[in-house]
């Protein structure tokens, strides 16, 4: 049987639908296997939260399987690290926070925060409670700082890392009152929390996903939230300019980065998927209930805001003198 020739202009027609559908056709395989989210926290931080509620989404809309792999310590370094050599094809992405930018102002890390990178899109914003032991003496801001001016050094304050931004927090709050504390870092929110629940440190800033279900339950007491407004899941819980500390508006994000070569069709597709994960009804109930806000960004608009963000926290570091260990 003959075969018919193929013409000099077939070839170079099915040249140009190949050239002209490969762009597309990478996007729609994109993506076709399970995609990793490095956790650089414990589980139980707020980070972890936040990052299975959106993996959960993920694999609903994406319809692959997403795997949280926490890889906690060294203020986010390990994990940052991990993410750093990962593969830049769209299957190892961070949910990470502002952390990742403070570690590299305190500490020689093994890599630039910002420009090796890709900034995909943010995930929350959300307000500091200031919470204590239930047992500490004190109900209010006022008899907090009363408390605290009292006891010079005696009470104990937890972080989740040196340099992270609820140790800021409080060492911003001791810069405005004059009261002094000894600080008791962790490698984590998570053990953080456990800690005080156990009376071995008296207070602690943190985002409210990992804090409001023990103040709901009376496990811990929270003093004044740094927000502007009172929290919708701490309704009872004044702010901190409601408590007499003015201009005291300190808030936490969480983000997810990739690799720096990342392609950018892929960037683009994450970030447009978890962007409509967050204007989800469920989705804003769950980040509500534990006093987060949805807060989505541009790809570009997170890469503005890791690089203001290092210049901020760098501020507040070199004023209160912060430095690693």
């Given at each position: ?34 995609i ?9 931080a707020?980070?972890d ?29 390990i ?26 102002l ?100 943190n ?8 103040v ?49 069709s ?60």
């Open positions: 049987m003959m075969k018919t020739p193929v013409t000099a202009l077939q070839l170079l027609t099915l040249g140009l639908l190949i050239t002209l559908a490969g762009p597309g056709a990478a996007q729609q395989a994109y993506p076709s296997k399970p990793r989210i490095i956790i650089p926290f414990p589980p139980g707020s980070n939260i936040l990052g299975r509620i959106v993996g959960k989404k993920l694999t609903d809309t994406l319809g692959v399987l997403t795997i949280m792999d926490n890889r906690a310590g060294a203020s986010t370094i994990g940052s690290t991990i993410l750093l050599k990962s593969p830049p094809d769209g299957y190892t992405i961070m949910a990470t926070s502002s952390t990742h930018i403070i570690t590299p305190l500490m020689p890390t093994p890599y630039d925060a910002v420009n090796d990178f890709a900034a995909v899109t943010t995930i929350d914003s959300s307000d500091y409670v200031l919470v204590v032991h239930p047992a500490l003496p004190a109900n209010t801001l006022k008899e907090f700082i009363a408390l605290a001016k009292a006891k010079p050094g005696q009470l104990n304050y937890a972080s989740s890392a040196k340099g992270s931004g609820n140790h800021l927090s409080a060492e911003m709050l001791a810069m405005r009152t004059g009261i002094k504390m000894q600080h008791v870092p962790y490698k984590g929110g998570g053990p953080a929390v456990i800690d005080l629940m156990a009376g071995q440190v008296q207070m602690f800033f985002s409210p996903s990992s804090i409001v279900p023990y709901q339950g009376g496990k811990l007491k929270a003093i004044a939230v740094t927000g502007e407004r009172r929290m919708r899941a701490l309704p009872n819980v004044p702010t901190f300019a409601e408590s007499g500390l003015t201009d005291f508006h300190v808030k936490s994000w969480h983000g997810i980065l990739a690799p720096l070569a990342t392609p950018k892929i960037i683009d597709k994450l970030a447009i998927e978890i962007t409509k994960i967050l204007a989800m009804p469920d989705t804003i109930e769950s980040l509500s209930s534990l006093g987060m806000m949805p807060f989505s960004t541009t790809p570009e608009q997170f890469a503005a805001l890791l690089r203001a963000d290092t210049i901020r926290f760098g501020e507040v570091i070199r004023a209160a003198n912060i430095k690693a260990d």
